[in-house]
Nanobody, 117 residues
Framework: QVQVDESGGGLVQAGDSMRLSCSASGSVYVMGWYRQAPGKEREFVAQIWLKTGNTDYIDSVKGRFTVARDNAKNTVFLQMNSLKPEDTAIYFC?????????????WGQGTQVTVSS
């Protein structure tokens, strides 16, 4: 079973930056994040295929968020720039073996990201 270790998160002001990290044990080929804001459905944010470096993003974060990887450490990073209050959510690290990450692929309690206006 995959285990993940997340770090980052916290409270920032609109326009600030923040970086999330997630390390995974076990065999994973795709890693990324979903997020869930209060009263809303959990939504896909970004993912990266560890072998190829191919990335995908939800439209609302394109140009602001960047996902990167350190394959040697099975670790991915989500660099979030120009944060907006609507980015406030719990961010969950997610992994998959050989397909796009899905909502049920996310582990742990997540990390809170709060962006004040």
């Amino acid at each position: 079973q995959v285990q993940v270790d997340e770090s980052g998160g916290g409270l920032v002001q609109a326009g600030d930056s923040m970086r999330l990290s997630c390390s995974a044990s076990g065999s994973v080929y795709v890693m990324g994040w979903y997020r869930q804001a209060p009263g809303k459905e959990r939504e896909f944010v970004a993912q990266i295929w560890l072998k190829t470096g191919n990335t995908d993003y939800i439209d609302s974060v394109k140009g602001r968020f960047t996902v990167a990887r350190d394959n040697a450490k099975n670790t991915v990073f989500l660099q979030m720039n120009s944060l907006k209050p609507e980015d406030t959510a719990i961010y969950f690290c997610c992994t998959a073996y050989a397909r796009d990450i899905e909502r049920d692929d996310c582990w742990g309690q997540g990390t809170q990201v709060t962006v004040s206006s």
